[in-house]
């Protein structure tokens, strides 16, 4: 899902009292450099990069994924690479930034402002790039469009975006350039015995057997929402209820579940896809769906896993169950 931002106001009303401040702002990162230089590393082309930069040459492509906290010595951090490097590059190139993985952002409204329209000012005449972001996060969204904001009608071209795949579409890249290398995934999460992870898709899938009760969906309810908190990005969720026996839930656990998870949800949108073959089931899913309709959580119920592949827009041979 690509969202866009248009700049309304007139940038240049205030520009001198703007300026003086936004100098302040980038000798403050020109004075960091000697202190972030330590923490680089030299690539094959022999200029300096961090562990969370990324650099495809043959795509002209710079990717930044920040892990953990968002601070202003991080984005000094990737300012003072990008301008290192827009130094010394023959041709400008794009950059994605990749924030699913940050988990808490300590930048203020203000910071975000002045280096925004620093890199407005320092980049007047300069061949136009592409800047993807990539949120996962409201918080993220709110700072990203101040970014946006700052920079639109400029040769900074700055988009937002939901999902990878628009992204890359954008950015006129492979999606696998934008995806997490192997080599830098992780497998700490410890999940159910009846739940998988795709990463690739950020999809939960759910494959409840046997009785489905209500002690079996609060474990299932307890470790979504510990997910949702801890994972810092958000993440669709497939529910395969076609190898239960039997269903002994009521409509009134039912409804206190499904408008729990309503109420207690405040992300970004997500989809949450339910398979079903019985009519036990597809009662119960949709009670949840009405209870969560117009709400950040997307409800919908499935016979075919085929259909439900496609409005999840993954491979249909994610959602099969393991031999």
């Known amino acids: 899902m690509l969202i ?5 106001s007139n940038i240049g009303a205030d520009r001198s009292g703007l300026a003086f401040h936004v100098t302040k702002e980038s000798i403050a990162i020109q004075n960091r450099e000697a202190a972030v230089r330590s923490g680089l590393v030299a690539d094959r082309r022999g200029t300096e990069i961090g562990p969370d930069i990324q650099f495809h040459e043959d795509l002209h492509l710079v990717v930044w994924r920040p892990r953990g906290i968002l601070d202003e010595a991080a984005v000094n951090k990737v300012l003072v690479d990008l301008l290192r490097r827009e130094a010394m ?10 924030l699913s993985t940050v988990e808490s952002f300590h930048l203020t409204f203000k910071y975000v402002f002045h280096v925004a329209l620093d890199r407005r000012l320092s980049y007047v005449g300069r061949e136009p790039i592409k800047s ?5 996060h409201p918080e993220a969204a709110q700072l990203v469009r101040i970014h946006a ?13 939901e999902e990878r795949e628009a992204a890359a579409k954008w950015l006129g890249v492979p ?11 992780t497998n700490v999460m410890e999940l159910p015995a009846d739940v998988e992870y795709v990463e690739d898709a950020s999809l939960f899938i759910w494959r409840p057997r046997g009785v489905l009760s209500e ?21 669709n969720r497939f529910a395969d209820l076609s190898a239960l026996d039997a269903v002994d839930l009521n409509f009134n656990y039912v409804f206190h579940i499904a408008l729990y998870r309503r109420l207690s949800y405040a992300g970004a949108k997500v989809k949450s896809a339910f398979y079903v073959s019985s009519s036990d089931a597809a009662h119960y899913a949709k009670l949840h ?4 309709d117009h709400s950040p959580l997307q409800v919908s119920i ?7 592949a496609k409005w999840l827009g993954v491979p249909v041979e994610s959602l099969m169950a393991r031999a």
Request: net charge negative.
């Open 4 to 8: 866009r931002m248009r700049l309304r």
């Open 89 to 98: 590059a023959a041709k400008p190139f794009n950059r994605f930034s990749d």
């Open 132 to 136: 993807a972001f990539y949120v996962t």
């Open 149 to 161: 904001l700052m920079t639109d009608q400029s040769p900074l071209n700055v988009e937002m975006f």
């Open 175 to 185: 999606v696998e350039s934008l995806t997490v290398p192997n080599s830098e995934r």
């Open 215 to 235: 002690a079996l969906v609060n474990q299932i309810v307890v470790f979504v929402g510990e997910q949702e908190e801890t994972l810092g990005r958000s993440f």
């Open 289 to 292: 769906a009405l209870l969560t």
């Open 302 to 308: 499935f016979t075919e896993l085929e259909a439900a």
